[in-house]
Structure formats: C-alpha cells, structure tokens
DNA sequence: CCTAGTTACGTACAGCGTACGTAGTGCGCT
DNA sequence: AGCGCACTACGTACGCTGTACGTAACTAGG
C-alpha cells in the first residue's frame, strides 16, 4: 500500500551485497574505519556524511548505498572498535579474565573517546559485541551459576565499565577543551564547589571533600569498582 | 590580550543577574522548563534553541544572554529533571533508602527518557546535582564506612542505573520507531540473533537464550542489579 | 545625569542530514 | 545470447541547525 516500506531496519540484518549491479566500492569495513579515523582526530562531531564520503574519496549521496541513516554508520563504528577486543583463551580464573575485559574496554574507549557517547541508542548485536560476549560467557565457564546470572554479571560489568570511563573522558576532555590551564579549571571547580559547600547547605559533601582531597588515582578508582561487582557474584568471597 | 575570553566555562559558576541593564524577561529555571517541556514531546532531537526560544515567546538570539552555549541548556535541563527528586528524611535502612531512590532515578529517565542520552558529556555539579548526592550520603549515615566508600558506592549504583535504564529506553523506543509492530520487530530480531547463533560461533549466547526465552520481567532485573551491587558494600551480607 | 554594561532580536553564514532524479553498470533469467 | 532490473554513483536542492555580528532600547552605579 504505501510504496516501498518495510525494509530491516537494523543495518546488521541487511545483506552487505546482494549480487545484482555493479560492484560496490567499499566494505563497511572500509566506511567504518573511515568514520573512525575521523571520530579520532576530530571528534564526533566532525563525523557527517560529508566528511566520512571525502575520506573515503566518493560522492556523500553514494554513502547512502551503504549506510541508510546517520544512525547506522555509528552502528558500524561501534562494531568496529569492538573488532579491538583481542579474543584470547580463557585462562580459567574468571575473576582474572573478567577484569582484563574490563580493562581492555577501558583503554578501548580511551583510545577512541566518542565510543561512550554513542553506547547508549546503539542496537547492541553488532557481529563483533555477539562475539565479545560469547567470548565473556567463555571466561565465566568456571562460574557455575546459571546461564541468566551470568549475562546479569556481564550487563552489570559493562554498565560500570562505560559509566566510569564516560566520566574520565568527560572530565578530561573539559580541562582539555579549556583556553586555560587546567590548574586554572580546577581553581574554577574548586572555588564553585566551596562556595556551595560554604553555605551550608552540603555538610556531608564538605566532609567527603576534606576526607580526601589530593589528586585521585582513576586507575586505582575503576579497579575498585570492578572488584566490588565481582565481589557481588562470586561465591567464595571472603 | 585576545579580547574577551575568560569567562567561566560552567553555567552554575556565571551569576544568573548581575543587577545592571534591564530586568531579563526569564529566569534560568524558564528556559529549562520550556526545553523539558519540547523534549518530552518532541524527543532530544526537538530542542533547538529556536524552538526554546519559540517555547518561551522571545527571538532566538535573545536566548543567548542566558544560554551562552547550547550544551549549557542541557545543562540546564539536566538540573531541572533532578529537581524532580523527592528529597524525604532518611529511614535508618541505608539499603532501603538507596534501592528507593535508584527507583525515583530509574522513574525520573523513563519519564524523561532523553536523560540518560545526555548524562554523558554534562558537568555533573549543578545545584540539584548537589542536594541529590548530598541526600544519597545522608542515607548511607547509618553505614559505617569512611566517604571515600561512600561516594564510590553512589557512583557505583547510579552508573548501574544509567546504564540499565538507558538499554531499557533504547529498546523501548526503537520499537516504538517502527512503521511495524513489536512482534514483528521481535520476530526480526530473534530471525537475525538465531541465524547468527545457528552458525555455531556463538554455542555459549544459543545456551544462555534457550535457557529463558520467554518474556522477561525489566523491573525485577533491575532490583536484582541494585541489590547485586548494594551486596558488595554490605558488611552484613549473608 | 551620564555612561557602561545589559537585554532584545533581525540578519546572515556555514554546515548538517537526506529526498529526489538521472545516468551508467553488470548479474540472473529466459 | 541478450533482455531487464536491481543496483551503484552522485549532483542538486531543501529545510534545518548553531551561532557570530550589528543595532537599538534600557537601566543601575558612579
């Protein structure tokens, strides 16, 4: 009835090549990893249609045979940082295995500072994250703990993994972004912050910012968190 | 030097009236409404500063006397939506306390549902911020355990809420985007998952789907998230 | 009272996503 | 073998975006 209608709406689902006209240019892979290099260099907001179809040396419409909507080239990012997982044998220590996931989550996103921005309206079952998380279920083997429990730890790891390098990036790219020194910003924030603090209205932050208020190691913060979610599924905890 | 520069980079540290030229038509707590207000109908995409300031009846222009940058206007919103949270006196159960405002969270995002999309990237110190975190640590009082912990545990359980109640929106509103039904999206879905699975790449993610297909309960993997994540700050726990 | 700093806002510009139309190409079917 | 159709390629154009800049009106501090 309305014309054409109804295609797959997740760009995963849509074959690649079909066999029928002349012989694309490019692989999503090729479109991925342009997008990429420009999300690197010049942040997210330097990827358009545009660009990514200059960078790859095309015209922008012939982008469109490939990737539909915008939405669907950030699809084909994220699936492409995620062929950055190095997939190894499980050692047999899931605790162990797990954290190193975690870890190269960490400094996949660190590497690639947009990836956080676009985890949250991203389909999810990008050929690369179904391979990261078989390869996590392979590491809880040893957990012996139903299969539903299992996808609850990893949910809840890689929740915590992108909420807490979101903010490292978000923090980091503010004191970067700055005309000023970043002594200057924290001077700023802190000054702010005391000056709230100072009314009174925040006795328990006040004391939380006395308790510590040297220079925080964010490694050392993120290995924490990690191991109080373990801690939360592991049945030999002592 | 170069000219103007070096005014303070967080809206909250700007002063909203500095007492000289003619009274401002708005009050920052207007213009956040009014973009509330345009996001919860239109979606985040909806909020342009020329429908914020069609919104409130003034020029476009005229908006960037409040509103120097537009990220500044979600900051903005994102202060509004957290005066949504009821504020009571702490019971004396730190677990029951937190696990009720997780839910006042988790309620506040789906009624607001472009939240969690801009939690990332926002300052994370405007005013309402504040009297949230500052309550979240008059409930954890009755726990005795130094600040350092405690604000590592509310980073902690509002990573897990973010994170959850992100996925929750995202697949709601992807099928809600579609010209189809739910079950056909479904039926799309679960064809391209089982066509990926039948290839035997993935015999862990076949086993964890065979295990429960049915339909499963948001709300209950939700509380079993929070209470996972309060266990492993639990000195009591059994 | 004067004047500097503010509010208000129209105009303008560069850039965005993408609908649409047209031309060329090569696989699959008859 | 060759027809036809589905595909690739891409230029043009439209409506929208954020916001720099200039101008006019206004008001509080010195």
Known sequence: MAGKAAEPQVIWARPERT???PRPAFTR?????????????GGLEAVSMRHV???????TMSLYNYVPRKEDLYEL???????????????????ADMIRNAEETRAIMHRHTWVPRLMSG????SPNTLR????????LDPLDVPYGVKTELVALLNGVVTTYTANEIATAERTR???????????????YLGSQVATGAYPRLAAAFMEDSGPIDLEAVFRRALE???DAFDPDRG
Chains 1, 2 share one sequence.
């Open 77 to 95: 990012m994220i699936d492409a940082v995620g062929a950055e997982h190095e997939i190894r044998e499980p050692s047999g220590d899931w605790r």
């Open 53 to 59: 179809a200059a960078e790859l040396g095309c015209g």
């Open 132 to 139: 990261y998380l078989e390869h996590c279920l392979a590491c």
């Open 228 to 230: 109080r979610v373990l």
């Open 122 to 125: 991203v389909y999810g079952f």
């Open 29 to 41: 892979a090729d479109i991925a990893a342009a997008a990429v290099r420009i999300a690197d260099a």
């Open 177 to 191: 972004s700055m005309p000023w020194s970043e002594e200057e910003e924290n001077a700023v924030r802190i000054a």
């Open 19 to 21: 066999g029928r006209g």
